[in-house]
Structures are given as structure tokens and as C-alpha cells.
């Protein structure tokens, strides 16, 4: 490295944002001294997720570091899995995990929330400083990529991988790897599946061999996948990730019990993120192991008692596995607790409808009415996601509700057509309400067809020239149905039909974009994007 | 050995990390820094031992960019060893390397440190490709390995051997032959060439 290029670097560090999390106070001051003085001069040093959230509300850091063993009972790890899903830092944020654990990396390879990088105690600050500098490095090299990926856009995060690809340099393993993922979002699997093979001709890397299981099993090509997934597990019992994977396979396949046993073999080798936690307490509630659900969760929650990464969710299927167990007092205690905690809107109608089914458990008829109104007083159904209205259906058949919650599961199957996890979440309560396998399915089939016929019926008005019929249908049933790819594509491939052959009009226009908006959200490489603005085109 | 034992070794490395932290703002106490450093890698190495015997210790190779490896290595123990000259040579380093970064960390930092404390006043540590294998490479110009070890091998530790129970070449050669490829696995190797010469080889 020359002079010139020493200096520039310096001077950039000194711009960028740190925030260091970590509960010791000694480390916490030692690592605010060694950053200093290694030029970074905006630093945030907080003790704790509850104070990091609190100061990212507000500021934008370009680098975060974290201890893995937070005292308050969420880990680095888990931290970092809240930060991702719920989007709150972007992909070029630089994530680096400090750990006395020896056997981290292994905790979390391949695993959608690997951290950038991640530093051994103990450590010198020679040792730190160089470590972040490369990671600065790296972080400029892979901006244009990182920026692509959170706005989802695939093509272009393939495009960009392509262009470095071709030179070969140290990167080379980290382009394929981000292109693969880019490929698989994209829906071309099998050029995934292509790559990860290339990859492991060079190397049987582990998250290689467990993406090729991914790949392959989006294929139908399930057995291979899952053999795949067993080898990973025997050849390295500490990458966890292959558990998740395993473990959703065989709950898709049916086998709850089986999945559950994988998943069980998992949190003994690892305690575990809460997303195996809910994967498996929601497992077990289905599979009639309610005993399970209460010893995950509780354990779980007892060790976030106080952290952001709960969800009232959490607490109802810990209610329900309670009632199951026909230990509703215990469950009304666990609801009134959440309750003291969420107050949001959401939180408040999963946490009345659990708190119904409990009263009405318990014999409080009309205590459990009182909840369920409360519950379902939010109106607009449309908006809920799928689990919470399931849940709300739940409540309804427990206080005799029928109609209501025949209504609600036909919503919650119409409004995700294609989401296998939620068909047997439905499936689930028609049983558990009584209804035999066979008239459940009838249930879903039924609401499937309806949707399908209801989707073709536009189209094919659409098709003969009815386009004021065709968007009035599609668009009742987008409103009605925002969740649904199909109908909310159409709708907005309708309307865009009909300003290109009945002239502009900024109501329409500003429908059909509200569609669009809410079609790449769900869908954002479906081939039906490009028809859509292909007519917006014509229109400019 | 159970968890119990592990939470303590991660609280007790815990400690020396943040004291290793706090000799370094001192900049007078690099000896000290060191030993602190050896030391939590003694109680790393405990656990690997444990997880040894219990035959289950894994690697999980990935790509790592020896370039970048050494580099950082070094780095570490220039500021350890402030009177050393610590040379690098990673020109002929292979541009797509794979091993597990975490244990192989751990077994160069300890054949660095041992360098370091025996050199007179330098140490290379180089990293470079030989039939188709990683050679990681650290050589110094103090007295070499003494001719009984050199004669007779590595050994499983025991407290009956004098140079730290034998416990860190031992994790060495053991890391080493955990990398395995299409029927190659790694390897440790000790010589003499004015000084020590300790290589891991990895496929």
C-alpha cells in the first residue's frame, strides 16, 4: 500500500459510523481506546441491544460491532437475526461478532445471518484495526452488489457478481456464494444448483453443499436434498443450519414427529435462534406434543425475558400449548403478562384471541367473548398476516363460532395460494376443531378453486375485451386478497391494459402502481413485471 | 468435562481479553500482552483436547485468503514482539485457499508465539503452494527444536512432558489431518534450518 492510498484510507475512517456493543464495561472502554486510536472518530459504544436499538433509530453505522455473550440473555447471534429479518441494517453494513467461542463460526455457517466477520478473544489491536481495515475493504468492493440486494433486485446483484467474476481475485468464493443466493431468489434454481456443483468441485464446502440441497429440493428433487442435508449433519454435527433445513423438509412432507426429532437434535448440539424455537414450538403444538411447545418456549423466553427479539406470538403459542394441556389458568397468566408488554395493535388481537381460547377453556364463556370481540374488532382483515388470522379462526371455533371461522381460514388459504406451511396451519385447526382430514381438505380445496376460477375469470375478460368488468373483479379481489401474487399482478396488468387503449387517467395510473408496488414486493423477478411496464411504457 | 467447564474457560478468556486490551493501551507491557494471549489459547486448546479424546472435534473448511491470514498474524505479533523483525512472504501464496479459519488461527498463532519467544531477532512466516497443498510456514533463527523431539515426533500430551504437556503440537498435527481431500489429508512438520522450521501442510 502506498502513501497516498494510506492516507486516503485514514481520513475515511474518520467518516465512518461504529457502534460497539458489548456488556463489560472493561471491554467497552479498551475497545473505544483502540478504535480512536486507530482514526475512527464517530463511535457509539453501548452496553446493551436495547440501547443499540435505540441509537440505529436515529443513526446510520457503517460498522457494528458486537460481543458475542451479551448479559442480558440474547446473544450477539440472535441479535444479528433480528437485525436482519426485520431489515434494519443493510446488507453493507459490516456486522462483526467478537466471541471467547471457540466453536462460533461453525454455530452459524452457512446460516442466512453469518456475520462479515468475526474476532477471536482474546485479540491485539494491531490484530483488530488490520482485520477492520480489510473488512472496509472489502465493504467498498462489494457496495454496488450490496445495494442491488436490498432493493432485491436479483438481476442486477447477478449482473454485478458476473462482472467480478470474470477477474478471478480473492473474492471469487464470496461472488459465488452471493450470486448463487441471487440466482435462488430469482427462481433459477437449477443455474444455482449448477454453480454450487462448480463450487464443490473445487472444494465440499459446507454451506455450499447445503445450498445445493436448497436448490434441489425447490427442484421437487427432494430425496437428494435431504440426503444431502444428513451428510452435512454427520460430517459436521455443529452446522446447524442443515438442522433447520432437514427439519423443514420433513415438517412440508407431513412428518411432524420426524422433524421435530431433528429439530430436538439440534438445540442439544446449540441452544439456538428463536426462529427454531417458533419453528419448533408451532411444530409440536400441530403434532400434539403441547408438553414440547412449553418446555421450548418457556425456556426461550425465560432467556429473552427482557430482549426485543420476542414476539406476543411467542406467548400465544405458549398459551396454547398450555390450554392443550388443559392447564388454562396458566395460560390466562402467560397472555395477561404479554399483554403488559405488547400494546400494539397486532400483539392485541393475537394475545385477545388466545386469551379467549383460554377463558372459554377455563369455563369463562363470557370472558371469552369479551376477548374475542376485542380481538376481532380491528376490521380490516386483509391487512393481517396469515398466522394471526389462523389464530384468530382458532378462537372462533373455540367460542362456537363457526361461519366466522370458516371465513377467516378461506381468507387465510385465498390470500396465500401457494404457502404449503399455511395450508397445514389450516388444516391443523379444522382438525383440532373437529372437523375429519377429509372435510378439512375439502375446506381447502374449495377455497383454492374459488380463488383459481376467480383469477381465470378476469384474465379471461380481460382476454375478450371486457376490461371495465375484468378490473372491477380483479380489483375487489386484490383488495380483498393484497397477499395474493396472482390477482394482485393481474389487477395491475388489467388496469394497465386499460389506460393504454382508453388514454391516461391519474386515478387509474395510481392503482395500478399501488398494484405493481405491492406485486414486486411478493414477487420481485416475476416475468409478469415486464408486461406490466411494457404498457406503462407505451402510455409515457 | 461438561458445559459448566466451558462457561467458566469463556468467562476466564473473557477476563484476558479485556486485560489484553489494557496492557496494549499501555504501551510498555508487550511480554505481558503475550503471555495473556498464550495463555487463553492454552485453555482453548484444553477444550479442543477434551473434545479430542471425546472424538469430537470437526473442521469446517472454508475459503480463507492466506495473503490476508498471514498478514493479520503478523501483525499481531509485531505488536507482541516489538523487537523482532517479523517478515511475510506471501507472494507465491495460492489465490483460493480452504481450511478451517478458526482452528488453524488458533495452531499458527501458537507456532508464531513459540517463534517469536525463541528467535534471536527474526522470524518468517510465509505462506506458499507445494504439490498441490497450503504450506503455512513459520521459520526463526534461535536454537531449533531439540533433537529428541525431532527424533521422536509428536506425541499425545502428557503431563510427564516438560514443553507445556506437548498440548499444542499435538492440536496441531491433529487440526491438520482433519483437513481431508480426495484421499490427501494435512500434515505438521518440524526441522531444523537455522533455527526451528514449523510447517502445516494442508490440502
Known amino acids: 500500500m502506498n502513501e497516498g492510498k494510506d492516507l486516503a484510507f485514514n481520513s475515511d475512517i474518520a467518516e465512518k459510523w461504529v457502534m460497539v456493543i458489548d456488556d463489560l464495561e472493561g471491554m467497552r472502554s479498551q475497545l473505544r481506546m483502540s478504535l480512536s486510536s486507530a482514526g475512527f472518530a464517530k463511535l457509539h459504544v453501548v452496553s446493551s441491544i436495547k440501547d443499540a436499538l435505540e441509537r440505529m433509530k436515529s443513526n ?74 480489510k473488512l472496509l475493504e472489502r465493504q467498498e468492493y462489494f457496495s454496488v452488489i450490496d445495494k442491488a440486494t436490498d432493493t432485491k433486485n436479483w438481476g442486477r446483484v447477478i449482473v454485478e457478481c458476473d462482472k467480478r467474476l470474470a477477474f478471478k481475485d480473492k473474492n471469487f468464493i464470496d461472488l459465488c456464494k452471493i450470486k448463487c443466493s441471487a440466482l435462488m431468489r430469482a427462481n433459477r434454481q437449477q443455474d444455482a444448483a449448477d454453480l454450487y456443483n462448480e463450487i464443490l468441485l473445487l472444494r465440499p464446502i459446507g454451506w455450499a453443499k447445503l445450498g445445493l440441497a436448497r436448490a434441489l429440493q425447490q427442484l421437487n428433487k427432494t430425496e437428494e436434498a435431504t440426503r ?62 403441547p408438553e414440547m411447545a412449553e418446555e421450548v418456549m418457556r425456556q426461550a423466553l425465560q432467556k429473552h425475558k427482557h430482549s426485543p427479539v420476542r414476539q406476543a406470538n411467542d406467548y400465544a403459542v405458549l398459551s396454547k400449548a398450555l390450554v392443550n394441556q388443559g392447564k388454562s389458568t396458566e395460560a390466562l397468566t402467560v397472555v395477561a403478562d404479554a399483554q403488559k408488554s405488547f400494546k400494539d395493535d397486532h400483539s392485541t388481537i393475537v394475545l385477545s384471541a388466545i386469551e379467549s381460547v383460554a377463558h372459554k377453556a377455563a369455563g369463562n364463556t363470557e370472558k371469552a367473548a369479551t376477548a374475542l370481540a376485542k ?21 372462533c371455533f373455540a367460542s362456537g363460532k363457526e361461519a366466522e371461522a370458516t371465513n377467516l381460514l378461506r381468507h387465510a388459504i385465498q390470500n396465500n395460494q401457494e404457502d404449503a406451511a399455511i395450508r397445514s396451519r389450516v388444516h391443523d385447526v379444522l382438525t383440532a376443531a373437529g372437523k375429519d382430514a377429509a372435510e378439512a381438505n375439502e375446506m381447502i380445496e374449495t377455497s383454492t378453486r374459488e380463488v383459481i376460477q376467480l383469477n381465470n375469470e378476469g384474465v379471461r375478460k380481460a382476454e375478450a375485451g371486457q376490461l371495465e368488468e375484468a378490473i372491477t373483479l380483479l380489483c375487489q379481489a386484490a383488495d380483498r386478497l393484497p397477499n395474493n401474487e396472482q390477482i394482485v399482478g393481474n389487477a395491475a396488468l388489467v388496469i394497465a391494459l386499460d389506460l393504454v387503449r382508453n388514454g391516461n387517467n391519474p386515478e387509474r395510473l395510481r392503482r395500478c402502481m399501488h398494484y405493481r408496488e405491492g406485486f414486486i414486493k411478493k414477487a420481485p423477478n416475476h416475468p409478469k413485471i415486464a408486461q406490466i411496464d411494457a404498457q406503462l411504457k407505451q402510455l409515457k | 468435562m461438561n458445559d459448566l467447564y466451558a462457561v467458566i474457560v469463556h468467562d476466564v478468556a473473557n477476563q484476558l481479553a479485556e486485560l489484553s486490551l489494557r496492557l496494549g493501551s499501555r504501551g510498555d507491557a508487550q511480554h505481558e500482552m503475550g503471555v495473556v494471549m498464550n495463555a487463553t489459547r492454552r485453555l482453548s486448546g484444553m477444550l479442543l483436547l477434551h473434545r479430542k479424546q471425546n472424538e469430537a472435534l470437526s473442521v469446517n473448511p472454508d475459503q480463507v485468503n492466506a495473503g490476508d491470514f498471514v498478514t493479520i498474524l503478523a501483525a499481531e505479533h509485531r505488536e507482541l514482539f516489538p523487537n523482532l523483525v517479523i517478515e511475510v512472504n506471501d507472494e507465491k501464496a495460492p489465490s483460493l485457499a480452504f481450511f478451517d479459519d478458526a482452528l488453524v488461527r488458533m495452531v499458527m498463532a501458537n507456532a508464531m508465539y513459540r517463534a517469536c519467544l525463541a528467535a534471536h531477532s527474526k522470524v518468517k512466516l510465509s505462506a506458499y503452494e507445494r504439490d498441490k497443498m497450503l504450506v503455512l510456514e513459520v521459520a526463526d533463527d534461535g536454537q531449533g ?31 491438520a489431518e482433519l483437513h481431508r481431500l480426495e484421499g490427501r489429508h494435512g500434515a505438521v512438520e518440524l526441522s531444523n534450518a537455522g533455527g526451528a522450521v514449523f510447517r502445516m501442510i494442508l490440502p
Open chain 1, 60 to 133: 446510520r453505522y457503517d460498522v457494528i460491532l458486537c460481543d458475542y455473550a451479551l448479559g442480558d440473555g440474547t446473544d450477539g447471534q440472535q441479535f444479528l437475526e433480528y437485525l436482519r429479518t426485520n431489515d434494519l441494517i443493510t446488507r453493507n453494513t459490516i456486522f462483526v461478532m467478537i466471541t471467547a467461542e471457540q466453536g462460533y463460526k461453525k454455530v452459524v455457517a452457512a446460516s442466512e445471518c453469518a456475520p462479515d466477520d468475526y474476532v477471536l478473544k482474546p485479540f491485539t489491536a494491531a490484530e483488530f484495526n488490520l482485520r477492520l481495515e
Open chain 1, 228 to 289: 444431502l442435508a444428513k451428510e452435512i449433519m454427520q460430517e459436521t454435527p455443529q452446522f446447524m443450519a442443515a438442522y433447520d433445513f432437514l427439519g423443514k423438509i420433513l415438517a412440508t412432507s407431513g412428518d411432524k414427529n420426524a422433524a421435530l426429532d431433528v429439530l430436538q437434535k439440534a438445540r442439544e448440539v446449540s441452544p439456538g435462534t428463536m426462529s427454531r424455537v417458533r419453528e419448533m414450538s408451532n411444530l409440536a403444538v400441530s403434532a400434539g406434543k
Open chain 1, 375 to 395: 380481538a376481532m374488532s380491528f376490521g380490516d382483515m386483509n391487512k393481517l398476516p396469515a398466522s394471526t388470522v389462523i389464530a384468530l379462526a382458532d378462537a
Open chain 2, 145 to 175: 527444536y531439540p533433537d529428541s523431539l525431532l527424533a521422536e515426533g509428536i506425541k499425545a500430551p502428557s503431563p510427564a512432558n516438560k514443553r507445556g504437556a506437548g498440548l499444542a503440537l499435538y492440536l496441531a498435527k491433529n487440526i
